[in-house]
T-cell receptor
Framework: KAGVTQTPRYLIKTRGQQVTLSCSPI?????VSWYQQTPGQGLQFLFE???????NKGNFPGRFSGRQFSNSRSEMNVSTLELGDSALYLC????????????FGPGTRLTVT | AQSVTQPDIHITVSEGASLELRCNYS??????LFWYVQSPGQGLQLLLK??????LVQGIKGFEAEFKRSQSSFNLRKPSVHWSDAAEYFC???????????FGKGTSLLVTP
């Protein structure tokens, strides 16, 4: 069974732009969670989507948003990029909503210049 | 507040030596506990997990961890380290209130010949 895939793997954007990251969960998994990893703050939870609805949200500004499609694929969008948004964005999939057992993708490395 | 502490930022061990990485958590209820490993430029790979039952859990790649409720600890161990074990290791607790993984800051493992 294929693992979690994330595209693109690397991205360079300019401050003020917006960006969309994509995540395809493991086949059969219906929940997708997003995490941000930075050297300073470590790994922080952004949000979780299940059945095309955001079920849970971390402490991030409204510039960070997401959505989930009927095939469980998810996208994450960051608007008005700031330098501090430079990070590795990790997607994790799980079989059901609010599950402790999460499987991570390789991440998208976003650099904001 | 719920938190996960990994006291050691960096650890260096010789190949073939034993390894113990420390993890302490602050959590009100019985926690779900995890250890993940991250190689450079990669996502998180689940090494092992503890939900309940036997407090000594076995994982992949020869790793094991022991849950000690009295010490609020979940230390990761390996009897003989291989050069390929060099990576970043993260301890995590699943929060049943936030429905997300809370991660420690990580321990970077260096393996010397």
């Amino acid at each position: 069974k294929a693992g979690v895939t994330q595209t693109p793997r690397y991205l360079i954007k300019t401050r003020g732009q917006q960006v969309t990251l994509s995540c395809s969960p493991i086949s059969g998994h219906r929940s997708v969670s997003w995490y941000q990893q930075t050297p300073g703050q470590g790994l922080q939870f952004l949000f979780e989507y299940f059945s095309e609805t955001q079920r849970n949200k971390g402490n991030f500004p409204g510039r960070f948003s997401g959505r989930q499609f009927s095939n469980s694929r998810s996208e994450m969008n960051v608007s008005t990029l700031e330098l501090g948004d430079s990070a590795l964005y990790l997607c994790a999939s799980s079989l059901v909503r609010q599950s402790p057992e999460q499987y991570f993708g390789p991440g998208t490395r976003l650099t904001v210049t | 507040a719920q938190s996960v502490t990994q006291p050691d930022i960096h650890i260096t061990v010789s190949e073939g030596a034993s390894l113990e990485l420390r993890c302490n958590y602050s959590y009100g209820a019985t926690p779900y506990l995890f250890w993940y490993v991250q190689s450079p430029g990669q996502g998180l790979q689940l090494l092992l997990k503890y939900f309940s039952g036997d407090t000594l859990v076995q994982g992949i790649k020869g790793f094991e961890a022991e849950f000690k409720r009295s010490q609020s600890s979940f230390n990761l161990r390996k009897p003989s380290v291989h050069w390929s074990d060099a990576a970043e290791y993260f301890c995590a607790v699943y929060s049943n209130s936030g429905y997300a993984l809370n991660f420690g800051k990580g321990t970077s493992l260096l393996v010397t010949p």
